[in-house]
């Protein structure tokens, strides 16, 4: 069996949207099945077409896509117990969508057989058959998904299988062992997977048929399920892109993917596993599409899946990649990352100083700095999600550093009187080339508003910080037995259309805290724009020297007016 390949069904499109918090757009769906068949998935489900208006707009919009690669495949249930095949609704809507492919469900657990269905045992017998015949009967490619297969065979062995010879018999050419609820244990699986295809191979003039696997992941093993399968002989495989799905997932297609491509000696459609350096991209293509964070932990194309934080692994990898990672991040398109934090040493602050474009030779000493880095972590501050604030840290140890800008003080009121709205209001001042500015400002709240003051007074020098815009504001308690004397962290994302970058702040004061990674988020974008530089220039040319900047007001400044909650004073 070793010489077959191993073919891929993807069902993201349905198996995949049934995920709580995952829903997918007509757009979506079209976009994602334009994607899986440019990678070179060979089956993707489409949805089931009888079950909802978008499926069905789908499926009439996908005839008119080109296909490359992938054989669409409309996923549905076999006939009603009380209709004929030409009669039944599901039937013919799985017709109508005029797929190359019909994947039929149908039951294995005499549980769902009777309890559920209302039917008797050879009444389903006959549902399946039916079912797959119609198919069969309309040119269609059919696979027959044994639902509830690993349950029902353990209740009642003989009528399992006996269902999947009716829908052998029937004319399916690929029978899909599914564990649908997810909590069969993989010694168990292949010991079924083993029975089943001795029992079936072994009758007499029986059709030729290819073995698949459709594993849940509720036991957490719904990948180890889908490999040992493999082993076993099976070789149709059906999973999710990044496991959405039902419950606690499906099989992860990507993880599958990935292991049969560069850990088995399997052949795999699509050869070597599509365009296997654009794993990861895929997979957060998806994400993207479908609104879902991508997991940084989730093997092979998380951020964090080659990233190493402690000292003992950063020094190795550093000498020898390899030396902590399964495989070569590159070859699925990731990348390897040295995570700066209080656990690494100095081989870790090197090297991710080197990938973010920082020569740390001459500037600063890379054991001093690690020596830092573990000392203000232990204040509360955390680099390793808040990577701006380390290439500030390591820019403000070189010798020319000068700050463009400088918060001076500021002051943050909120007040609320007689149930009328909440009003918050900051007032900052801010040095800037050897002059200082009074800003003040109205926010929804305390932050806001001096981030609003902030900006205020560094308009006037760095206009490039108004493409600079707040994506996300995290705040964390670190000593929760605190209470409200808690030290907390703050850790700000922002971005500028070119970049996003993420600087934090530590404090007992949650203000505090959020003003040092406002600063440093302003900072960074002055910095990384290369505003400061063009200051410079701007000012030597407009005095001759670079002793200091002309007095004149900034635009738009307001008359030093105390009543004027918007006011911007300069002295």
């Known amino acids: 069996m070793t010489d077959v390949p191993v073919v891929l069904y993807d069902t993201t499109l349905r198996d995949g949207t049934q995920g709580e918090n995952v829903t997918l757009s007509l757009a979506d769906k079209l976009r994602v099945a334009r994607m899986l068949d440019e990678y070179g998935m060979p089956y993707v489900e489409g949805g089931w077409p009888g079950s909802n208006p978008k499926d069905v707009e789908f499926f009439g919009a996908a005839k008119t896509m080109r296909w490359q690669t992938a054989r669409l495949a409309?996923?549905?249930?076999?006939?009603h117990r009380s209709n004929g095949p030409g009669d039944d609704p599901n039937l013919r809507e799985l017709i109508a969508a005029e797929t190359p492919v019909v994947t039929i469900f149908g039951k294995s657990w005499l549980l769902h057989v009777i309890e559920v269905l209302g039917a008797t045992p050879a009444e389903n017998l006959d549902m399946i058959a039916d079912s797959i015949g119609f198919v069969v009967d309309h040119g269609r490619e059919a696979?027959?998904?044994?639902?509830?297969?690993?349950?029902?065979?353990?209740?009642?062995?003989?009528?399992?299988?006996?269902?999947?010879?009716?829908?052998?018999?029937?004319?399916?050419?690929?029978?899909?062992?599914?564990?649908?609820?997810?909590?069969?244990?993989t010694d168990e699986l292949t010991r079924t997977i083993d029975d089943v295809?001795?029992?079936?191979?072994?009758?007499?003039?029986?059709?030729?048929?290819?073995?698949?696997?459709?594993?849940?992941?509720?036991?957490?093993?719904?990948?180890?399920?889908?490999?040992?399968?493999?082993?076993?002989?099976?070789?149709?495989?059906?999973?999710?892109?990044?496991?959405?799905?039902?419950r606690c997932g499906n099989a992860n297609m990507v993880s599958i993917l990935a292991n049969l491509a560069l850990k088995t000696p399997h052949g795999l459609v699509p050869a070597g596993g599509g365009h296997l350096d654009g794993l990861t991209d895929l997979s957060r293509s998806v994400a993207e599409i479908a609104n879902v964070t991508p997991n940084d932990y989730q093997p092979y194309v998380g951020r964090s899946a080659f990233a190493h934080k402690g000292g003992v692994h950063g020094a190795a990898v550093a000498k020898v990649e390899r030396s902590y990672q399964h495989v070569e991040p590159v070859a699925i398109g990731n990348i390897g990352r040295l995570v700066?934090?209080?656990?690494?040493?100095?081989?870790?602050?090197?090297?991710?100083?080197?990938q973010l474009g920082h020569d740390l030779e001459g500037v600063v000493d890379p054991r001093e700095l690690s020596q830092l880095i573990k000392q203000l972590e232990a204040d509360g501050l955390a680099f390793e999600g808040a990577e701006a604030s380390?290439?500030?840290?390591?820019?403000?140890?070189?010798?020319?550093?000068?700050?463009?800008?400088?918060i001076v003080d500021y002051t943050c009121l909120v007040e609320q009187r007689d149930g009328r709205e909440l009003l918050a209001e900051a007032t900052v001042k801010v040095a800037v080339d050897g002059e200082t500015l009074h800003t003040a400002a109205e926010g929804n709240g305390p932050v806001n508003a001096l981030d609003a003051a902030l900006r205020k007074a560094l308009r006037a020098f760095y206009p490039a910080i108004d493409d600079v815009h707040l994506v996300d504001y995290k705040v964390r308690i670190l000593d929760g037995d605190a209470a409200t004397a808690a030290r907390t962290r703050v850790i700000i994302d922002s971005q500028d259309g070119a970049r996003t970058w993420s600087t934090m702040g530590s404090d007992t004061n949650i203000i505090a805290a959020s003003a040092s990674a406002l600063a440093d988020s302003l900072e960074y974008a002055i910095w990384k724009s290369g505003a400061?530089?063009?200051?410079?220039?701007?000012?030597?040319?407009?005095?001759?020297?670079?002793?200091?900047?002309?007095?004149?007001?900034?635009s738009g400044a307001s008359p030093a007016d105390p009543a004027d909650p918007a006011a911007t004073t300069r002295r």
């Open 74 to 79: 409309a996923f549905g249930s076999t006939r």
């Open 143 to 185: 696979i027959y998904d044994a639902e509830h297969f690993f349950d029902g065979y353990k209740a009642d062995r003989e009528y399992a299988l006996a269902t999947l010879r009716a829908a052998r018999q029937a004319g399916a050419r690929t029978l899909v062992l599914c564990d649908t609820n997810g909590g069969t244990l």
């Open 197 to 246: 295809r001795a029992s079936l191979e072994g009758d007499a003039d029986a059709p030729a048929v290819t073995w698949g696997i459709h594993a849940h992941n509720d036991a957490e093993l719904a990948v180890a399920n889908s490999m040992a399968a493999v082993a076993a002989g099976i070789r149709h495989v059906q999973g999710t892109i990044n496991g959405y799905g039902e």
């Open 340 to 354: 700066v934090s209080e656990l690494g040493g100095r081989a870790n602050t090197s090297i991710r100083a080197r």
């Open 390 to 406: 380390f290439e500030l840290l390591i820019r403000r140890h070189a010798a020319d550093y000068a700050p463009p800008f400088r």
């Open 532 to 554: 400061e530089l063009r200051r410079r220039d701007e000012r030597h040319f407009t005095t001759g020297t670079a002793s200091g900047p002309p007095t004149a007001a900034p």
